[in-house]
């Protein structure tokens, strides 16, 4: 399947642009996992639009460079999402523990 650059070009570039806000938003919320993962989607997106442009130009030594550089940002994208997980784990653990103290606060004793 072909992919048609005058399509998929301008839509890569509103979600390149989409992401970089949404790490303002993230960071403003002190999420810096979701920021760093909007950051890689960013990225991801940026490096597509210029895949599909070398692929549009017909220079097709240059996309096999570009692929492996996107598989390895996916590869990274992994790592960060594993990490986030973590992180938010961490969190829910973090709350119990508060819910906690707070009960016994609480209670008489």
Same mark, same amino acid.
């Given at each position: 399947m072909k992919l048609n650059p005058? !399509?998929?070009?301008? !839509?890569?570039?509103?979600?390149?642009?989409v992401n970089v806000?949404?790490?303002y938003f993230a960071a403003q919320a002190a999420e810096p996992g979701?920021?760093?993962?909007?950051a890689g989607l960013a990225v991801l997106c940026t490096l597509a639009v210029d895949w599909l442009r070398t692929r549009a130009r017909g220079d097709d030594a240059l996309g096999d460079g570009r692929m492996t550089e996107l598989a390895s940002g996916s590869g990274e994208m992994d790592q960060v999402r594993h990490e986030l997980a973590e992180?938010?784990?961490?969190?829910?653990?973090?709350?119990r523990?508060?819910?906690?103290r707070r009960e016994q606060d609480r209670s008489p004793s």
């Open positions: 005058r !399509i998929w070009v301008p !839509i890569a570039q509103f979600l390149t642009v806000g949404a790490v979701h920021a760093t993962l909007h992180v938010q784990e961490r969190l829910d653990f973090a709350e523990m508060l819910a906690q």
